[in-house]
Structures are given as structure tokens and as C-alpha cells.
């Protein structure tokens, strides 16, 4: 069965500034995707990020890039200038094809002006 | 286009009561997700269903919970003879069949509070 651990419960970041959070997983299958939720205080999951195992190629959207190491199974979320709406729970997660996503314990990222 | 709507927001029962939560996938829709969030632990997989059809049940408990998703109308998520450990958020979740794999668009949860 799969994992996800995220081994930060909390992190806190100036804002500008920029903050790494940890995603590792365990997994025999060679072909599956990697996610980054967030979770506001609305509670609302929204799609961050997503990468396809078989690219090599870091995946970025705007200020949100990850830093996928497939040998280590590695999966961190780095968030460039932080904003005070950036504050939330992150969730990685794990997805093999056509299956249903794994969670890990989220993160709680707070952005401090 | 709306997104997953779901209701209601908050549900509040006294323990043996029944809970019932829809899920309205969003148009186009046809595979439906729901998974429980318990207070500070990360999203759990319940049930996977297509219309009519329980794909995946595994993350369902055993007693007392049950789901469906009808040709016409929203998915349930019916739990029977609540207890205090089912209070947990039940979020839903829809895709295309063949766009899961970028990820599942979410509803805004059902915060069940069981007293």
C-alpha cells in the first residue's frame, strides 16, 4: 500500500520570503502522479500542483514549484515570496492511475507579515 | 459552472441519528469521490462510485455507513446510528474518468458534528 509522510506538523515564513515543505511517499509502482492540496480556513481543497512521475522536469505554476527526487521519493513544495493568503494546511498527496489519492498529515503553513 | 456542490455545510446530530450528506458532481461529472477529514489528520479515502456503481469501497467502515450515486441526482453518504467519532469533515470529490489523473475537483465538505 502506499504512504505519505509529511514530517513538518507546522511551519511558519516571513512574508517575501520563500519556505520548503517535505513530502516523502513509499511506492512500488513506477508510473503515478504527486499532488500539493491547500486548505484554507474555508476548508475548500485546492489543487496546488501536480506532477507526472515519468517527467523529469519539476513542475511550476507561478510562485509554486516542487522538487520532485523520484530515486528518493521526494516530493517538496517550495512557495516563493510568501503572501498572507498562502497561510494553510498543505496536503501532499498520491495518486497511482486511475486510483484513488493518499493523503499525508497536511502541514500547517503560517505566513507572518 | 458550478463546481462540487455540497450540503449541507454543517450537520449537526445526536448519536443514533442519521446523517445524510449529498455531493452534486460537477457537470460533465460522472465519477464521484468521498473522503473523511478527522480533526487534525490529513484526508481519508471512503468510496469511489459511478453512476449507479460502487467502484471502490475499501476505505468504507464495515457497519453503519453506506453510499450511492443514482442515475438522476446527487451522490449520499448516509451514515446510520451516529457515535461521537464519526464528527469528522466528508469531503467529496468529481472527475472525467479520463482526466483523474489531474486531480479531482473538490467540494467544500459537510462538517458533521455528532453530540
Same mark, same amino acid.
Given at each position: 500500500?502506499?504512504?505519505?509522510?509529511?514530517?513538518?506538523?507546522?511551519?511558519?515564513?516571513?512574508?517575501?520570503?520563500?519556505? =520548503?515543505?517535505?513530502?516523502?511517499?513509499?511506492?512500488?509502482?513506477? @508510473?503515478?502522479?504527486?499532488? !500539493?492540496?491547500?486548505?484554507?480556513?474555508?476548508?475548500?481543497?485546492?489543487?496546488?500542483?501536480?506532477?507526472?512521475?515519468?517527467?523529469?522536469? $519539476?513542475?511550476?505554476? $507561478?510562485?509554486?514549484?516542487?522538487? &520532485?527526487?523520484?530515486?528518493?521519493? %521526494?516530493?517538496? +513544495?517550495?512557495?516563493?515570496? %510568501?503572501?498572507?493568503?498562502?497561510?494553510?494546511?498543505? &496536503?501532499?498527496?498520491?495518486?497511482?492511475?486511475?486510483?484513488?489519492?493518499?493523503?499525508?498529515?497536511?502541514?500547517?503553513? /503560517?505566513?507572518?507579515? | $459552472?458550478?463546481?462540487?456542490?455540497? @450540503?449541507?455545510?454543517?450537520?449537526?446530530?445526536?448519536?443514533?441519528?442519521?446523517? /445524510?450528506?449529498?455531493? %452534486?458532481?460537477?457537470?460533465?461529472?460522472?465519477?464521484?469521490? !468521498?473522503?473523511?477529514? +478527522?480533526?487534525?489528520?490529513?484526508?481519508? &479515502?471512503?468510496?469511489?462510485?459511478?453512476?449507479?456503481?460502487?467502484?471502490?469501497?475499501?476505505?468504507?467502515?464495515?457497519?453503519?455507513?453506506?453510499?450511492?450515486?443514482?442515475?438522476?441526482?446527487?451522490?449520499?453518504? /448516509?451514515?446510520?446510528?451516529?457515535?461521537?467519532?464519526?464528527?469528522?469533515?466528508?469531503?467529496?470529490?468529481?472527475?472525467?474518468?479520463?482526466?483523474?489523473?489531474?486531480?479531482? =475537483?473538490?467540494?467544500?465538505?459537510? /462538517?458533521?458534528?455528532?453530540?
Amino acid at each position: 500500500a502506499q504512504t505519505v509522510t509529511q514530517s513538518q506538523p507546522e511551519m511558519s515564513v516571513q512574508e517575501a520570503e520563500t519556505v =520548503t515543505l517535505s513530502c516523502t511517499y513509499d511506492t512500488s509502482e513506477s @508510473n503515478y502522479y504527486l499532488f !500539493w492540496y491547500k486548505q484554507p480556513p474555508s476548508r475548500q481543497m485546492i489543487l496546488v500542483i501536480r506532477q507526472e512521475a515519468y517527467k523529469q522536469q $519539476n513542475a511550476t505554476e $507561478n510562485r509554486f514549484s516542487v522538487n &520532485f527526487q523520484k530515486a528518493a521519493k %521526494s516530493f517538496s +513544495l517550495k512557495i516563493s515570496d %510568501s503572501q498572507l493568503g498562502d497561510t494553510a494546511m498543505y &496536503f501532499c498527496a498520491f495518486m497511482k492511475p486511475g486510483n484513488k489519492l493518499v493523503f499525508g498529515a497536511g502541514t500547517i503553513l /503560517r505566513v507572518k507579515s | $459552472n458550478a463546481g462540487v456542490m455540497q @450540503n449541507p455545510r454543517h450537520l449537526v446530530r445526536r448519536r443514533g441519528q442519521e446523517a /445524510r450528506l449529498r455531493c %452534486s458532481p460537477m457537470k460533465g461529472h460522472s465519477h464521484v469521490y !468521498w473522503y473523511r477529514q +478527522l480533526p487534525e489528520e490529513g484526508l481519508k &479515502f471512503m468510496v469511489y462510485l459511478q453512476k449507479e456503481n460502487i467502484i471502490d469501497e475499501s476505505g468504507m467502515p464495515k457497519e453503519r455507513f453506506s453510499a450511492e450515486f443514482p442515475k438522476e441526482g446527487p451522490s449520499i453518504l /448516509r451514515i446510520q446510528q451516529v457515535v461521537r467519532g464519526d464528527s469528522a469533515a466528508y469531503f467529496c470529490a468529481s472527475s472525467f474518468l479520463d482526466r483523474v489523473n489531474y486531480g479531482y =475537483t473538490f467540494g467544500s465538505g459537510t /462538517r458533521l458534528t455528532v453530540v
